[in-house]
């Protein structure tokens, strides 16, 4: 999780360097080193700081957070345990909940009663 108020505090004193861009991991923080030896990525940066502080914490996330955040990473544990204990199964027989009957790996519906397995 990327902290704006570092992000911005990165952008207002090693700016001119891109150190922000990278802590953000963008790779047009090259530029701003390439360029380090004029005022403009210094000038860019401070901009760009006073940005990350006004926009609000919901826009910063939205831009530099959206690949990690705390809804999605659920999300995806979520789906990673599912997949994990679907292929398990796969390789036994599946045991109806409803009615308790042994039904093959492979079907998706109870045989006895047509559950959902
Ligand atoms: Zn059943």
């Not at 090259?30 to 005022?39: D, E, K, Q």
């Amino acid at each position: 999780m990327k902290n704006r108020y570092i992000a911005a505090l990165l952008a207002f004193f090693l700016g001119g360097l891109g150190v922000h861009k990278f802590y953000l991991r963008k790779w047009t923080g090259v530029f701003y080193l390439i360029l380090c030896w004029t005022y403009i990525p210094t000038i860019v940066s401070f901009i760009e700081g006073i940005l990350y502080l006004t926009n609000g914490e919901r826009e910063f996330n939205r831009k530099y957070n959206k690949e990690r955040s705390t809804y999605q990473q659920q999300s995806s544990d979520y789906l990673e345990q599912n997949y994990n204990s679907s292929s398990i199964e796969t390789s036994l027989s599946k045991i109806c909940q409803n009615c308790g009957k042994e039904n093959e790996a492979d079907s998706n519906f109870c045989e006895r009663c047509g559950n959902k397995l």
